[in-house]
């Protein structure tokens, strides 16, 4: 008897540790479970992540001490997110200034008027707008009802990119996310939320 009670014991202790692990593991993560329908299928974090980065033409200039990717997947599709964080807020909203300069999108004294020769881009008019994004400059999305963060958009590769640049009192992170789904308002209502969560 005593013996299936340590087995029962052991088996209970490995499962909770199991669990504390899991727990553990899963607050590292910046990214959050689920995001609309889509459920986080895998990230990765400081050196693979860094490495993703290091490749990318946009973000790879971001001044970096962290590096996070992830993805999530539902039955829409696929979406992927990278986030570079740095200490200082300053030098890597400068460095998000420069990137989206150089990319083509509006400049600070840009920002304050229209966003673009594409005007507003909600989800009611992306798609008309598509014809014009075969590797576009980005264009500011007015698709969250506060001011900050700005989103932008473009087209590349035929893909749809979104990034965007978040920070508070003490760090400042960029996020570029890729789609692989066609459908564009699916897209939009779950960047917005990956803007608010994450």
Do not use: C
């Not at 008897?1 to 202790?13: C, N, P």
């Not at 970096?64 to 993805?71: F, G, I, Q, R, T």
């Not at 990137?99 to 594409?118: A, C, I, Q, T, Y």
């Amino acid at each position: 008897m005593k013996k299936t009670h340590r087995a029962i014991a052991i088996v209970f202790i490995l499962v909770l540790a199991a669990s504390f692990l899991y727990l553990s593991d899963s607050r590292k993560s910046i990214f959050t479970e689920k995001v609309g329908d889509m459920t986080l299928s895998g990230y990765d974090a400081g050196d693979i992540a860094a490495q993703q980065i290091s490749k990318m033409s946009g973000i790879k200039d971001i001044p970096l001490e962290k590096a996070y990717s992830a993805v999530y997947r539902s039955n829409k599709g696929t979406m992927r997110i990278w986030a570079v964080e740095a200490p200082d807020h300053n030098a890597v909203g400068d460095a998000f200034n420069s990137m989206n300069s150089m990319l083509g999108g509006p400049s600070g004294n840009d920002e304050h008027g229209n966003s673009g020769n594409m005007g507003d881009m909600g989800s009611s008019n992306m798609d008309s707008n598509m014809d014009m994004m075969n590797l576009t400059k980005p264009v500011k999305l007015d698709i969250i009802e506060f001011e900050k963060p700005d989103v932008y958009v473009m087209k590349e590769n035929n893909e749809i990119n979104y990034y965007y640049f978040k920070m508070n009192y003490n760090r400042g992170r960029v996020y570029w996310i890729i789609f692989d789904s066609p459908d564009l308002d699916y897209q939009i209502s779950i960047v917005k939320q990956a803007v608010m969560e994450i």
